[in-house]
């Protein structure tokens, strides 16, 4: 019945082959794109303006505690006082910590 369409029965089963390779493929990039997007990390902020003379210190124990810097920027701020002090204004993140 085959050679009576024109086709012969070596290609329908190349084509058989072919579509389940096709579908595993894909099977298996979808697999490991969903397991990246569930695995992907959730993180939490922090933001934080401590003083020039407070910097180093401040940083050291924030980088102990697992925080990395995501932004920073130079400020200039006044205080109760009147007069103006040096900050700098940085966002922090870090990997949120699952609680079980």
């Known amino acids: 019945m085959a050679e009576q369409d024109g086709?012969?029965?070596?290609?329908?089963?190349?084509?058989?082959?072919?579509?389940?390779?096709?579908?595993?493929?894909?099977?298996?990039?979808?697999?490991?794109?969903l397991d990246r997007m569930l695995s992907a990390p959730r993180y939490e902020y922090l933001i934080d303006a401590p003083s020039d003379s407070d910097l180093p210190t401040r940083l050291d124990a924030l980088g102990e505690q697992g925080w990395d810097i995501v932004s920073a920027r130079r400020a200039v701020v006044n205080t109760n006082g009147g007069a103006s002090e040096g900050r700098y204004e940085i966002i922090l993140r870090r990997v949120k910590r699952l609680v079980p």
């Open 7 to 33: 086709t012969k029965p070596a290609d329908t089963s190349k084509h058989r082959v072919l579509v389940v390779l096709l579908a595993f493929v894909s099977i298996c990039v979808g697999a490991q794109t």
